[in-house]
């Protein structure tokens, strides 16, 4: 099948951008790849005409549309895929389908992209019921994914602290970090936190600044004990795994999370195994202390869960899902 995949091209870490077109690919489809980021003359004519991202990269979609003919179209996101550019697919015969994957903490901004698709996706279990509360009930259950071929274990490294941070700077997590820290934990924190830091911050001395991409996180994972993962909605929704969840599984790396109801439905016990899962602050200090002294059986454990993140969890499996949902609603219609 021709398959068009419309993606943003400003990800760093987790690029699904790359990761869900080889899923795509290593399945057998033809699958073409078209970034709706603007360009930069695409960027100034915006600045000239004070038009939307959406109607200043619309004629190249529209033009990749001409060009390719997809049978199926997927945006990841889709936040600069015009209504016009989803009507010419409309008109063409071809599915539309969007991946979100920022909920739950943005629903109500996917409230104002997901309606004109066939077929919308959701990486937050729970948000399902909101998106039907609002009217759309064509919004399914698609989590977050890792890919084997980069987030995998790797072997001879040793360790060089007990927790490592990976990830974007937020208030939350500088105040949890420092208060790891405070408490004697041996962490190191990775990521573009430099100017976010108070001043005379104790984490300056523990940063290494700046972006990573996903080859460079796993060799952070292999060399700690535990990841430390916080989610980006921790202490407003109780739900929605992050990839962060699922790329420290595959590297059988050990990982402090804070809970989320999936992760009791979507891993059996021994999967949990590997995963420190804390529910307040006090309880988080508590187990990163444990870290150390528990690391030979942690890493076990998240060794051997690993091939169940890789085989199950894997983008591969999830486009696998999502066509599958596609191919039922297609005989749905033609039915």
């Given at each position: 099948?021709?398959?068009?995949?419309?993606?943003?091209?400003?990800?760093h870490?987790?690029?699904?951008?790359?990761?869900?077109?080889?899923?795509?690919?290593?399945?057998?489809?033809?699958?073409?790849?078209?970034?709706?980021?603007?360009?930069?003359?695409?960027?100034?004519?915006?600045?000239?005409?004070?038009?939307?991202?959406?109607?200043g990269?619309?004629?190249?979609?529209?033009?990749?549309?001409?060009?390719?003919?997809?049978?199926?179209?997927?945006?990841?996101?889709?936040?600069?895929?015009?209504?016009?550019?989803?009507?010419?697919?409309?008109?063409?015969?071809?599915?539309?389908?969007?991946?979100?994957?920022?909920?739950?903490?943005?629903w109500?901004?996917?409230?104002?992209?997901?309606?004109?698709?066939?077929?919308?996706?959701?990486?937050?279990?729970?948000?399902?019921?909101?998106?039907?509360?609002?009217?759309?009930?064509?919004?399914?259950?698609?989590?977050?994914?890792?890919?084997?071929?980069?987030?995998?274990?790797?072997?001879?490294?040793?360790?060089?602290?007990?927790?490592?941070?990976?990830?974007?700077?937020?208030?939350?997590?500088?105040?949890?970090?420092?208060?790891l820290?405070?408490?004697?934990?041996?962490?190191?924190?990775?990521?573009?936190?430099?100017?976010?830091?108070?001043?005379?911050?104790?984490?300056?001395?523990?940063?290494?600044?700046?972006?990573f991409?996903?080859?460079?996180?796993?060799?952070?994972?292999?060399?700690?004990?535990?990841?430390?993962?916080v989610?980006t909605?921790?202490?407003?929704?109780?739900?929605?795994?992050?990839?962060?969840?699922?790329?420290?599984?595959?590297c059988?790396?050990?990982?402090?999370?804070?809970?989320?109801?999936?992760?009791?439905?979507?891993?059996?016990?021994?999967?949990?195994?590997?995963?420190?899962?804390?529910?307040?602050?006090?309880?988080?200090?508590?187990?990163?202390?444990?870290?150390?002294?528990?690391a030979?059986?942690?890493?076990?454990?998240?060794?051997?869960?690993?091939?169940?993140?890789?085989?199950?969890?894997?983008?591969?499996?999830?486009?696998?899902?999502?066509?599958?949902?596609?191919g039922?609603?297609?005989?749905?219609?033609?039915?």
């Amino acid at each position: 099948m021709k398959i068009l995949v419309a993606v943003p091209g400003n990800l760093h870490t987790v690029r699904m951008n790359r990761f869900v077109p080889d899923a795509l690919a290593a399945l057998g489809h033809e699958t073409q790849v078209v970034d709706y980021s603007p360009r930069l003359g695409e960027k100034l004519r915006l600045k000239l005409t004070r038009r939307s991202a959406a109607e200043g990269v619309e004629a190249r979609l529209l033009a990749t549309v001409e060009q390719h003919r997809p049978e199926l179209f997927l945006a990841l996101y889709g936040v600069n895929v015009s209504q016009r550019v989803l009507g010419e697919l409309r008109a063409r015969g071809t599915p539309t389908v969007n991946w979100w994957l920022n909920d739950p903490f943005q629903w109500q901004r996917a409230l104002g992209i997901l309606p004109p698709y066939d077929f919308a996706f959701t990486n937050a279990k729970y948000s399902v019921e909101q998106y039907a509360a609002a009217g759309l009930q064509h919004v399914r259950f698609l989590p977050s994914a890792c890919d084997p071929s980069v987030h995998r274990p790797i072997d001879g490294v040793a360790p060089d602290c007990a927790v490592s941070f990976a990830g974007d700077w937020s208030a939350l997590r500088e105040r949890l970090v420092e208060r790891l820290a405070s408490e004697g934990v041996d962490l190191r924190v990775y990521g573009p936190w430099r100017r976010k830091l108070r001043a005379g911050s104790p984490l300056r001395a523990r940063l290494e600044h700046g972006f990573f991409s996903p080859e460079r996180m796993v060799q952070i994972f292999a060399r700690c004990q535990a990841t430390l993962n916080v989610h980006t909605w921790r202490e407003r929704f109780d739900f929605g795994l992050n990839p962060r969840v699922f790329e420290a599984g595959a590297c059988g790396t050990p990982q402090l999370v804070d809970h989320k109801r999936e992760l009791d439905e979507l891993f059996t016990a021994e999967q949990r195994a590997g995963m420190l899962i804390y529910r307040d602050d006090d309880e988080l200090v508590r187990l990163a202390r444990s870290v150390a002294p528990r690391a030979a059986e942690l890493k076990a454990a998240a060794l051997a869960a690993a091939p169940v993140f890789q085989r199950e969890h894997s983008y591969r499996a999830r486009m696998v899902e999502l066509l599958r949902v596609v191919g039922a609603g297609k005989k749905d219609w033609s039915g």
